[in-house]
């Protein structure tokens, strides 16, 4: 399906969420609430407090722009769910968050396929408060745009998003910690990704994510651990040389 943000912006009906759905919320935001302190980013909880989230009630997406507006001129767009590639990096590029505003349901509670609002909202929205990130995304989809008729290009990028934006880990003031989205908003992978011996944990390292696939439907074998967002954002110019010569030798 083919997206443009003016034809298709959907809103956000908050009318329309069950009193199940508050429920299944709540429970998702007390358990992560549980996980987090001491393993997340010092930006994901600088973004929390700036985004103003509460355990018991599904943000309402016009409330969360304005925060998001004023702290880095980003925002959420309603998607229904996974989209293609050149839409998603054409909102990531004007500055706009896609995301999902349906729930998953109790059985799900603990793995669902595609990312859902928890996902999108709870993993993805705090570190969008923080300049240095948003700087890396913007660019980075820039960057990508250049290339979206090559499906290698894609691919490669993607395995940057994917250890970084998903699953990205950082060597903060106090520790290390993680500010990837889809580890955050996953109970399991938010302890083990930290504290487990099994996966590996190596510097960021462009050249290396992008000669890593990704796993999808499990916790990650190995993890890159950047020293800054800074650095995302000033790795840009690697990720596109790597990828032009990639692109000639693929
Ligand atoms: N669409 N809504 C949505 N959310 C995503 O995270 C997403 C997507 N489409 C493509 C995609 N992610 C991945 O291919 C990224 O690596 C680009
Ligand atoms: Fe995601």
Redesign the pocket.
């Known amino acids: 399906m083919d997206y443009t943000a003016a034809k298709d912006a959907l809103m956000q009906n908050y009318e329309a969420y069950t009193e199940q759905d508050q429920l299944i919320w709540q429970m998702l935001y007390e358990r992560q609430q549980k996980v987090l302190p001491g393993r997340a980013a010092q930006a994901y909880f600088d973004g929390i407090k700036k985004v103003g989230f509460k355990p018991n009630e599904i943000p309402r997406f016009e409330e969360v722009n304005e925060q998001l507006k004023a702290a880095t001129g980003w925002s959420l767009t309603v ?1 229904p ?5 050149k839409p ?2 054409e909102f990531l590029e004007n500055k706009q968050f ?1 995301a ?1 505003t349906w729930l998953r349901k109790m059985e799900q509670l603990d793995y669902l396929e595609e ?1 859902d609002m928890f996902h ?1 909202v709870f993993g993805h929205v705090p570190i969008l408060t923080n300049h240095d990130f948003c700087a890396f995304l913007k660019a980075l989809s820039g960057m990508t745009l250049k290339h979206i008729g090559n499906d290698d290009a894609i691919e490669f ?2 395995r940057l ?2 250890y970084t934006v998903e699953f990205g880990l950082i060597n903060d003031a106090d520790g290390l910690r993680i500010y990837g989205a889809g580890i955050l908003s996953s109970p399991g992978e938010s302890v083990y990704s930290v504290e487990s011996d099994i996966p590996q944990r190596v510097p960021y390292d462009v050249k290396e994510i992008m000669h890593t696939p990704y796993i999808k439907d499990r916790f990650q074998e190995k993890y890159f651990v950047i020293d800054s967002y800074r650095q995302l954002f000033e790795s840009v110019a690697e990720i596109e040389a790597t990828l032009e010569n990639m692109l000639v030798t693929a």
């Open positions: 998607v769910g996974l989209i293609d590639n998603f990096f896609p999902t990312p999108d990028v993607s998003y994917w």
